[in-house]
């Protein structure tokens, strides 16, 4: 079954970046979209950002578009999550999550947590001075 690991979170100054890695192990992302999710404290979850691993369709939530950027390596199976001019408003634990056979949902943008079909265990990031 497929496995999902975040790493790189941390505490950083606002205005500064962080740069998030999602490893999957124990499958393919060959026909999958990664997702990324953030839960804040005392906030619903939100969905942030997609991509489809084996094409060029990438999406994000307007509160980070321009600042948060997604990439990966397809041959080491990661998925990067590159965050810019990072505010407190970003705190909070950042999930990555796998659908496969994600057909219009990362196009169109309509995110569906529910409908993943495995999630990591979430890195924190803490912006603060």
């Known amino acids: 079954q497929l496995q999902l690991v975040e790493s790189g979170g941390g505490l950083v100054r606002p205005g500064g970046s962080l740069t998030l890695s999602c490893a999957a192990s124990g499958g393919t992302l060959e026909y999958s979209t990664i997702y990324w999710f953030r839960q804040a404290p005392g906030k619903e979850g939100e969905a942030l950002s997609c991509?489809?691993?084996?094409?060029?369709?990438?999406n994000y939530a307007l509160s980070v578009k321009g600042r948060f950027t997604m990439s990966k390596d397809n041959m080491q199976n990661i998925v990067y999550l590159q965050m810019t001019n990072l505010t407190p408003d970003d705190t909070g634990v950042y999930y990555c999550a796998s659908k496969a056979f994600d057909l219009v949902a990362c196009s169109n943008w309509t995110p569906n947590p529910n409908g993943m079909n495995s999630w990591g265990k979430g890195t924190l990031v803490t912006v603060s001075a």
């Open positions: 991509t489809k691993f084996s094409g060029t369709t990438t």
